[in-house]
């Protein structure tokens, strides 16, 4: 026994110097790399990790002593995430901000933006989008993202609905009705697969009735202490419509399942996201989006003038704690933003549609992102305003609201009572009054 | 003996980070708790958070119903733990080892992992059951409010019954062979021997167990987080989601402090009424 002992301190006293060397070696070629300027990227968006990479190797490759380094953080805790970095004195270099809420607490430390080229190319409709409330520029907008119904053409085909010859919330209903009554030939679930699990997408619907009263002036949106219910009626159509022919339980149905089994394997006609499904669905068959995805608005106006909602959840903005770095994030953004192998990336193998001005359609991969850059360039665009509800609203009011009132635990009178009070205590709360 | 310097050099490093880690935080959440922070910046405000706490329809929702879950979870966790016990310390072979082992596993997975494996039982297998045997019943049982609330409990009895279980084999282990052998002689059943013999002895075992329990259920979070994120629509968030939520969702980080000073006062009240009448308990 005590043989075994001092044989195994023999042992740890002879192998502990080898691991302290490995230690040492693995560290020891950063040090040498000082003269490199770091600059840091924080980003909220983890599905384009692999992407935000390899643009990263691209431009480092042209600026032998920048490097960058990306930080991912999302699926909810990107922003408390995001706060840790700032409250430990570690604020990011470039940041990406979901939403005016997001930029309003920074504000003190974003750089103010408007010389940079990144944002005379913006859409200038999605300008007032990365703003402090007195109209200070700090962020671009990272794309254009369309938000509607996403359609299985496939199922649409079998159906015999064309999905384009609908025009307004009438014909909307009939083609529901229609692909119902062909649900168990065409092996449907639902017309709709609601996630109704996901007050993101609960939020995200809200915004199509609640848009068109800003005119997109986001600024506006945010500073708003009243949730406008000018379009209630509809909203309420449509939540009974979506009751009564998704998947069901409703709130059991979860993002992923409703994306990856059921509108994957055909088993629904609908699902309400946007653009930003493409590359999972892609994911699971190359080319799958090509001849089987659609998009297909919301009907709120019922003149012929309804389209897709397009706007950008998420601005690139600068922080001002590290002026040495400012120059060299501001060229890192503005060459994202212009130079063709960066864009190439960006559209192809984040699947995104630039949110800039005079882009040409033709590069774009598929007809889905042209019809939305399409939509999104065109005069009567629309920007969605649910980024801009004060902080918490969407997970802590209207997501849990609407989806009491779809499994009828809640009046509708009730729920918009206790919408408006807490959009209001909300706001009031966090403007500091 | 141990020298005066050589005693503090021994405690200094865990005082130090006791201090740094406990103490600090905790004044200084204290003090947070009369401002309107939002991390970056705050306000004094005096005690407006601490009223406006109170007339909170979510807070108080969630207080209630972490409330709910802790005393029924305190019932059956020491009811599902002492009846293990029971079970394994019965006879010691080969078979009840094993299922000590069994029964223990839960609580060496995590809670986060745990919350995604139950989510998966209660979603897909129970959707998968409720098609194939016609039960309906059994169908989206983290849609609904109540049975959200039961697999809440169901989870958390699931992962700590078997802690519970080991220390409620202690003391049944230590209880004296002689009077086990005495009550047997005297023609005591199994349950008289339960009852009047095993139960007063461990007495000690359940000041352990209730403090343990109790404290836990008050705490739950990662399993909450897992399981039901809350939902739905907010009725299983219990109040740690609650203050995690307020805090960085919502942003208000001194309405949050506010929260959990509350729930540390109500943690703190509620362990000491237990463990002053349970070692009352222990003494008669």
């Keep these: 026994m005590q043989k075994l002992k001092r044989l195994l301190v023999l042992l740890l006293v002879i192998v502990t110097p080898f691991l302290l060397v490995a230690c040492k070696s693995a560290k020891s070629p950063s040090s040498q790399t000082d003269k490199k300027v770091t600059i840091n990227f924080f980003n909220q968006k983890p599905e384009i990790t692999s992407q935000y990479q390899k643009l990263i190797k691209i431009y480092q490759k042209k600026h032998p002593n920048v490097s960058i380094q990306l930080t991912t953080s999302g699926q909810g805790g990107g922003a408390a995430a995001l706060q840790s970095k700032f409250s430990s004195g570690e604020a990011p270099d470039i940041i990406m901000l979901g939403g005016l809420p997001e930029i309003d607490r920074y504000k003190d430390h974003l750089l103010t933006l408007k010389n940079m080229s990144a944002v005379k190319n913006t859409l200038p409709r999605l300008i007032s989008g990365g703003m402090t409330e007195n109209h200070r520029l700090v962020g671009v907008p990272v794309d254009l993202e369309a938000y509607g119904w996403v359609i299985n053409k496939d199922v649409f085909r079998k159906a015999g609905v064309d999905p384009d010859s609908i025009k307004n919330y009438a014909e909307f209903v009939q083609a529901v009705k229609k692909i119902d009554a062909q649900k168990d030939e065409l092996g449907l679930q639902g017309v709709f697969g609601f996630n109704g699990a996901d007050t993101n997408s609960i939020t995200s619907m809200s915004a199509q009735f609640t848009s068109d009263y800003y005119q997109n002036d986001q600024v506006k949106a945010f500073d708003s202490k009243k949730f406008p219910w000018e379009k209630e009626q509809r909203m309420k159509q449509y939540l009974h419509l979506v009751k009564q022919y998704s998947v069901k339980p409703i709130l059991s149905v979860k993002y992923d399942e409703s994306i990856q089994d059921l509108f994957y394997n055909g088993e629904v006609a609908m699902i309400p996201q946007g653009n930003w499904v493409i590359p999972t669905l892609d994911g699971l068959q190359d080319n799958w989006t090509k001849d089987n995805m659609g998009m297909l608005p919301y009907f709120t106006k019922d003149d012929g003038t309804d389209e897709l909602l397009t706007g950008s959840s998420w601005y690139l903005g600068i922080s001002n704690d590290n002026p040495s770095h400012q120059k060299i994030a501001k060229d890192f953004i503005n060459w994202m933003y212009s130079s063709k192998e960066a864009q190439d990336v960006i559209i192809n193998e984040m699947r995104f549609v630039p949110a800039t001005k005079n882009f040409n359609t033709d590069r774009l991969p598929d007809d889905v992102s042209k019809e939305i850059y399409q939509v999104g360039t065109s005069k009567n665009a629309i920007t969605p305003v649910h980024k801009q509800y004060p902080n918490g609203f969407a997970n802590e009011v209207i997501g849990p609201m609407v989806q009491r009132y779809l499994v009828g635990k809640t009046s509708w009178d009730n729920l918009k009572k206790v919408v408006s009070n807490q959009y209001k205590q909300l706001k009031e709360v966090q403007s500091g009054q | ?284």
């Design chain 2, 1 to 284: 003996m141990l020298k005066k310097h050589q005693y503090y050099g021994f405690i200094l490093p865990a005082v130090a980070f006791i201090i740094g880690i406990i103490i600090i935080p905790f004044i200084s959440g204290i003090i947070d708790s009369f401002t309107n922070s939002n991390g970056i910046s705050r306000q004094f405000i005096g005690l407006k958070n601490y009223q406006l706490l109170f007339q909170d329809y979510n807070f108080l929702q969630s207080f209630w119903l972490t409330f709910k879950f802790s005393v029924v979870s305190v019932v059956l966790i020491n009811l599902v733990g002492l009846v293990f016990a029971l079970i394994v310390t019965h006879k010691d072979n080969w078979f009840n080892n094993t299922l000590k082992t069994i029964f223990f596993i839960p609580n060496l997975v995590g809670g986060v992992l745990l919350g995604f494996i139950w989510q998966f039982i209660f979603t897909n297998a129970f959707k998968a059951l409720s098609v194939n045997l016609g039960q309906n019943w059994l169908n989206g049982w983290l849609s609904d409010e109540t049975t959200g609330f039961w697999g809440l409990v169901i989870l958390f009895t699931w992962q700590m019954s078997g802690y519970i279980m080991l220390v409620y084999i202690s003391f049944l282990n230590a209880i004296p062979k002689n009077s086990l052998e005495a009550s047997l002689l005297d023609g005591a059943s199994e349950l008289q021997t339960f009852f009047n013999v095993k139960l007063p002895q461990l007495a000690p075992a359940f000041t352990i167990s209730l403090f343990l329990t109790l404290a836990n259920s008050f705490k739950l979070y990662e399993q909450n987080l897992a399981l039901t994120n809350g939902g739905p629509y907010r009725s299983t968030e219990m109040i740690s989601m609650y203050i995690y939520n307020t805090a960085f969702v919502n942003f208000q980080q001194g309405y949050a402090q506010a929260t959990g000073i509350i729930l540390f006062v109500v943690v703190a009240l509620a362990s000491f009424i237990q463990l002053y009448f349970s070692r009352k308990g222990e003494r008669s």
